[in-house]
């Protein structure tokens, strides 16, 4: 079976109102939306959205990487195109890092650098496609013990502690359990007033988990844990720099919640230091979970090498969204619901801060769930994402 179509359709997402971080905010999403179909006319999807300053490669270059890549798909043998995807499901390859690690290519030469967000959306094309071929939903194909349903968290977008309030008011009564709020980069005050704003508005039992984007110095990521974590914290994200692990592990051991790396996972050798038992570290694991961004780390096989690893060190793993599109959420969601446990709620809930968000596909959460349904593969047409 040949592939007979290749496209790559460009994206923009919009957000109804910016979303700020301690490094910048995020008010438009540009990428691409990757077709690949086969001689009977099934169609696997992919979806790059690359962000650099996540460590992905620039829009322009994910473009013309693309581009190539899919000039060389067309036409060739299906079967030669997913061996490579066949071949690493079982076992899993030992390689996590950007480099040499899980990648899907089609003997194309790409350009200098890493391009985690064209592989990612090149492997989900292929993924979809295989799925579909032998009948079964995609996240069958990464875990038969795969879960049918995923939690996920809400992430709150508003500024101020009023209107933070008000939103994670409605996204409990909407059935969400666990709430994301972004801190750094503006006075530790002004972090605790809206920290407290959204506890005294959705009560003690609701998890509630803070990103702070690297934001933090250490001294200053201990003392805004010190006073933040009075609030009844789930988690932290990446308080720390990306870069310094040390600082990582320091903060974790004192903290009084789990800390979770992020940005760190972009970083080749940061995330080989992490899946290692390093001395220096007190010869345990630097942090208690780590964050997996399929645009960021290349795609869902790579993730779920991370995730083995991490479980087999003691540490949680949950998958989040770098706001992406509909596709690449959908490939996130199957990918949770393979991880070795689903005791964190994953981040792909980001559907509701876009202003243009398709109504009718089926990765809506209900009542702060994804359910994936038996459908082959990942169950959407292109017809109705753009």
């Not at 909407?174 to 972004?182: A, P, Q, S």
Request: overall charge negative; aromatic content about 4%; glycine content about 10%.
């Amino acid at each position: 079976m040949r592939i007979a179509q290749v496209s790559l359709i460009p994206l923009r997402l919009e957000l109804r109102q910016p979303l700020k971080t301690s490094q910048g905010g995020h008010a438009v999403r540009e990428g691409f939306l990757v077709r690949v179909v086969d001689e009977e006319g099934r169609e696997g999807l992919g979806e790059a959205m690359p962000l650099p300053a996540f460590g992905t490669e620039s829009l322009e270059d994910c473009g013309v990487t693309l581009n190539a890549w899919l000039s060389e798909l067309k036409g060739q043998f299906l079967g030669d195109s997913v061996r490579a995807i066949e071949d690493t499901l079982s076992p899993f390859p030992p390689a996590v890092a950007r480099g040499d690690g899980v990648r899907i290519r089609a003997r194309q030469v790409t350009p200098a650098g890493a391009m985690p967000a064209a592989e990612h959306a090149l492997e989900l094309a292929l993924l979809d496609l295989l799925a579909q071929r032998q009948g079964v939903p995609l996240c069958w194909l990464l875990a038969e013990e795969a879960r049918t349903e995923v939690a996920v968290n809400a992430l709150l977008g508003a500024d101020t502690p009023e209107a933070l309030a008000e939103e994670a008011r409605q996204a409990v009564d909407e059935g969400f359990g666990t709430l994301k709020l972004k801190v750094a980069g503006r006075p530790l005050d002004a972090d605790e007033a809206r920290v407290k704003a959204v506890r005294d508005a959705v009560g003690p039992d609701v998890k509630l988990r803070l990103d702070a984007n690297g934001g933090w110095s250490e001294p200053d990521a201990k003392r805004a844990l010190d006073r933040l974590g009075w609030y009844g914290l789930e988690l932290v994200e990446q308080p720390t720099p990306p870069e310094d692990l040390a600082a990582l592990w320091r903060v974790q051991r004192r903290a009084p919640c789990t800390v979770a790396a992020d940005e760190s996972l972009a970083s080749p050798d940061a995330l080989r230091a992490l899946l290692t038992v390093d001395p220096l570290l007190g010869g345990g694991p630097a942090v208690g979970a780590v964050v997996l961004k399929p645009m960021v780390l290349g795609g869902l096989l790579p993730c779920l090498v991370v995730a083995m690893r991490a479980a087999r060190l003691g540490m949680q793993a949950y998958v989040t969204s770098s706001i992406d599109g509909v596709v690449a959420r959908a490939g996130a969601a199957h990918l949770a619901a393979a991880l070795p446990s689903g005791a964190l709620a994953s981040g792909l809930a980001i559907g509701r801060l876009l202003a243009k968000e398709p109504e009718d596909h089926p990765y809506h959460p209900q009542r702060g769930v994804i359910r994936l349904s038996s459908t082959p593969g990942l169950g959407l047409s292109s017809q109705s994402l753009v």
